[in-house]
């Protein structure tokens, strides 16, 4: 008589992206395996994840990538659904469920997501459609809407240049008691959220010196930018999906802190290496 | 004629930037900057002062303008933010039930 019951292997994976684990649990090793490839640099042995998902896999083709982003909480569970995933997470037990098919651009949108989430909730920190990079110790970040020339910059970075991404930044402050109060203390975080150069970032981290607000014209120069026209450009280059009153303040106010603590100018330049000869 | 009184509505998010006043509703994220004069609404909203004591205090001696006009302009203000559900708008007096909390730069929080 055949066995009617037969273990099935739960395979699992940590993703780090700015010093939080979440881990990733799926019987299909062949997905398992596309995250190690997708994630590389990214892989974390930490047992001890700030968030745990069980994938559930769908067919292929389920769904349009392209559909609009839902983000709601209801009775401390948050949803996330867009046409090709539907997601669920519950913070206070750090667990959720995700069903999509075998890709990595879904769970790519939800690890984007759930990390909104978490720096929101904090209110230290948030994910930015922003290129960025280390030089000489610190972190440049350069933000912009699609066009505005990150993967630009992000390609024409010198040697010694470290990439963090060059697509969405990863900014959280450092809250360690050394730090003290009133420096600046926000990090930058090499994210695997790529746009068009499609390469990795790496996973490092510095403490941000300046936030370049991108514009390509005809000569390469630098502006100061007043705070309140940084914190307008910075919140519209936000990435921030809930419908959620309490965390829309929040990230306001930590849109509104980070531009009075960092300085922000207007990079306009041309598209050539010579620009980072003012950088860093 | 009846007198108006206006409170900062609680939804919302306001941060003081450099002297510029900001303001985001939390139902939709829809970001404002507020002028001047509606800064000194803003801040003098507390549900319990009305209108034309704000505008007679502080906007008056601020633009040296005829009361009656100038109390003509902050009540089409005070209706407009109110359409953007920055402030609560009422002919009584309004009672705060969650002040909303500005943040001026470089303030911890």
């Not at chain 1, 992000?154 to 402050?173: G, K, M």
């Not at chain 1, 990795?200 to 000569?219: K, W």
């Not at chain 2, 900057?33 to 909203?45: G, P, R, V, Y």
């Amino acid at each position: 008589m055949p066995e009617l019951i037969s273990s099935v292997d739960c395979l699992h994976l940590s993703i780090e992206i700015g010093g939080m684990p979440i881990r990733v649990n799926t019987t299909d090793a062949a997905f398992l395996g596309m995250l190690q490839d997708r994630y590389a640099g990214f892989v974390s042995a930490s047992e001890h994840p700030a968030v745990e998902f069980d994938v559930d896999l769908a067919r292929p083709g389920s769904g349009d990538p392209g559909a609009d982003v839902r983000v709601t909480q209801h009775a401390g569970r948050w949803a996330l659904e867009r046409g090709d995933f539907r997601a669920e997470w519950e913070p206070a037990s750090r667990t959720g469920r995700i069903r999509q098919s075998a890709n990595p651009y879904s769970i790519d949108a939800v690890l984007r997501i759930v990390h909104t989430l978490v720096l929101a909730q904090e209110g230290r920190g948030f994910l930015l459609h922003a290129a960025s990079a280390i030089r000489n110790g610190k972190a440049f970040l350069f933000a912009g809407v699609s066009g505005a020339g990150k993967t630009t910059i992000s390609r024409l970075a010198p040697a010694d240049a470290t990439l963090l991404t060059d697509e969405i930044s990863y900014v959280r402050e450092d809250v360690r008691k050394d730090v003290r109060k009133q420096d600046n203390r926000y990090m930058a975080f090499g994210t695997p959220f790529t746009g068009e150069l499609a390469k990795l970032g790496e996973n490092v981290s510095a403490p941000i010196a300046r936030l370049y607000l991108l514009a390509q014209g005809p000569e390469n120069r630098i502006e100061p930018v007043a705070p309140g026209q940084a914190a307008r450009e910075l919140l519209a280059n936000l990435l921030f999906f809930a419908e959620d009153q309490e965390l829309v303040q929040r990230a306001f106010h930590s849109a509104c802190e980070f531009v009075s603590r960092v300085p922000v100018s207007r990079l306009t330049f041309v598209p050539d290496a010579r620009v980072w000869e003012m950088i860093g | 004629m009846s007198r108006l009184y206006v409170a900062r509505n609680t939804r919302v998010a306001a941060r003081n930037l450099d002297g510029e006043m900001m303001i985001m509703s939390g139902k939709d994220s829809t970001l404002f900057t507020l002028n001047k004069t509606a800064t000194i609404i803003w801040q003098a909203a507390d549900g319990a002062t009305p209108l034309d004591e704000i505008v007679e205090r502080q906007i008056c001696p601020e633009y040296e303008v005829e009361p009656a006009a100038a109390l003509q302009d902050a009540e089409n203000l005070a209706r407009e933010l109110a359409t953007h559900g920055i402030l609560d708008v009422s002919e009584n007096p309004i009672v705060p039930s969650n002040p909303p909390v500005t943040v001026t730069a470089g303030d911890s929080r």
